[in-house]
């Protein structure tokens, strides 16, 4: 995202909304105040090192589930206040093919890049997830683990072998399609792994 918010932040502006503890714990449980809230966005675009706008969504969620309650959902907005494109799970090199789309069209219209792009684009999550979900502290990452068959150790993996994976996970541009079959292999391989070592 920060490639393209260098490639294309004068043109279109980036903004991101905190929505909601992704993985309460320990260290860090559930807002219980919207000054709890509002400070969690100041510390999230420090240490993330955002350059664009954070926007913080009031204490109950409420922008979140107007906009369909998902985790890491994208919206491309066209200069007339309309949803050009919707990206489920974020994806910089899908939402730059929106951008590109719509930019081409003077920054209206809609749809752009199919409209809704509904493919859990997990890569990145693979790569810097591991951040975010070590703040909530041991109980986030057990809890995590337990809800998505081992996903967290994953990411903790994916976040050691950052240096290999960055470079194919995360991309301003689409992957060629041998990139994208050899990185759908690693991660496929990586859930039977977690999924046999579980049992199921």
């Known amino acids: 995202m920060r490639r393209l918010h260098q490639q294309y932040g004068t043109l279109v502006q980036f903004v991101d909304v905190l929505i909601r503890q992704a993985h309460p714990g320990e260290l860090r449980g559930p807002y219980r105040s919207y000054d709890q809230k509002r400070e969690s966005a ?8 955002i350059p664009w706008t954070v926007l913080v969504d009031d204490l109950e969620g409420t922008v979140h589930a107007a906009y369909g309650g998902m985790a890491d959902p994208a919206y491309l907005i066209d200069v007339e206040g309309r949803v050009a494109f919707y990206g489920m799970w974020t994806s910089a090199p899908k939402l730059r093919q929106a951008m590109d789309e719509l930019l081409a069209l003077g920054g209206t219209g809609w749809p752009v890049a199919a409209g809704v792009d509904r493919v859990p684009h997990l890569a990145a999550s693979l790569v810097y997830g591991w951040r975010g ?16 068959l081992g996903w967290a150790s994953l990411s903790y993996l994916g976040y050691l072998a950052r240096p290999l994976l960055a470079p194919l996970a995360l991309r301003a541009e689409p992957l060629p399609l041998r990139g994208r079959l050899a990185l759908g292999g690693v991660l496929g391989l990586a859930t039977a792994l977690m999924m046999g070592r579980r049992g199921l």
């Open 133 to 148: 979900l070590r703040r909530g502290g041991n109980r986030a990452v057990a809890e995590y683990n337990r809800a998505t």
């Open 42 to 49: 100041r510390e999230y675009q420090r240490l993330e090192e």
